[in-house]
T-cell receptor, first 112, second 112 residues
Framework: NAGVTQTPKFQVLKTGQSMTLQCAQD?????MSWYRQDPGMGLRLIHY???????DQGEVPNGYNVSRSTTEDFPLRLLSAAPSQTSVYFC???????????FGPGTRLLVL | GENVEQHPSTLSVQEGDSAVIKCTYS??????FPWYKQELGKRPQLIID?????GEKKDQRIAVTLNKTAKHFSLHITETQPEDSAVYFC???????????FGTGTKLQVIP
């Protein structure tokens, strides 16, 4: 099993550009999440999904969209990038909220 | 919603000494408390977790204690080694499909 994979590993964007961060898992987990990690702020939940077709907002959802058309994939979209979105983004999956979360390797995003 | 506070933010110990990291939570419905270790440039990985029906759990040099009445839980690392140097995150969840809330992290440095 590949576990949780994320692409790209690193991305530079200009303010106002859009992009999609990809996340996929092959463990048949229903629950997937997106976090951003900033220095001194820990892991903050952006959006999460409890199954295909079901998504909900986390702590910091503004500026981000998600969709969950399949169990395996959970892409994160930045519609109009801002410098405040410079961060490291982690995708995670788990069987449910009471079990281990498996994190992807992360995507480092720099918005100029 | 749930709020998780974690202390200290940084911790330096001599090799062989013990390290203790403490977290408090606000939601009395939380019943799952995992701890994740994140090495520099890597993804967070689960090291130990505890559920609300248990007061203490040990795994070799690592232990976690839970006090549901006071709403706090702690990570104890004994006989610390340089490879224990990392950022440690606590988290809390009420399970099912509720979101997992993370603390802000503790940077542990073990001095050889």
């Amino acid at each position: 099993n590949a576990g949780v994979t994320q692409t790209p590993k690193f991305q530079v964007l200009k303010t106002g550009q859009s992009m999609t961060l990809q996340c996929a898992q092959d463990m048949n987990h229903e629950y997937m999440s997106w976090y951003r990690q900033d220095p001194g702020m820990g892991l903050r939940l952006i959006h999460y999904s409890v199954g295909a077709g079901i998504t909900d907002q986390g702590e910091v959802p503004n500026g981000y969209n998600v969709s969950r058309s399949t169990t395996e994939d959970f892409p994160l979209r930045l519609l109009s990038a801002a410098p405040s979105q410079t961060s490291v983004y982690f995708c995670a999956s788990t069987e449910d909220g009471l079990e281990t979360q498996y994190f992807g390797p992360g995507t480092r995003l720099l918005v100029l | 919603g749930e709020n998780v506070e974690q202390h200290p933010s940084t911790l330096s110990v001599q090799e062989g000494d013990s390290a203790v990291i403490k977290c408090t939570y606000s939601d009395s419905a939380s019943n799952y408390f995992p701890w994740y270790k994140q090495e520099l440039g890597k993804r967070p990985q689960l090291i130990i977790d505890i559920r609300s029906n248990v007061g203490e759990k040990k795994d070799q040099r690592i232990a976690v204690t839970l006090n549901k009445t006071a709403k706090h839980f702690s990570l104890h690392i004994t006989e610390t080694q340089p490879e224990d140097s990392a950022v440690y995150f606590c988290a809390a969840s009420s399970g099912g499909y509720q979101k997992v809330t993370f603390g802000t992290g503790t940077k542990l440095q073990v001095i050889p």
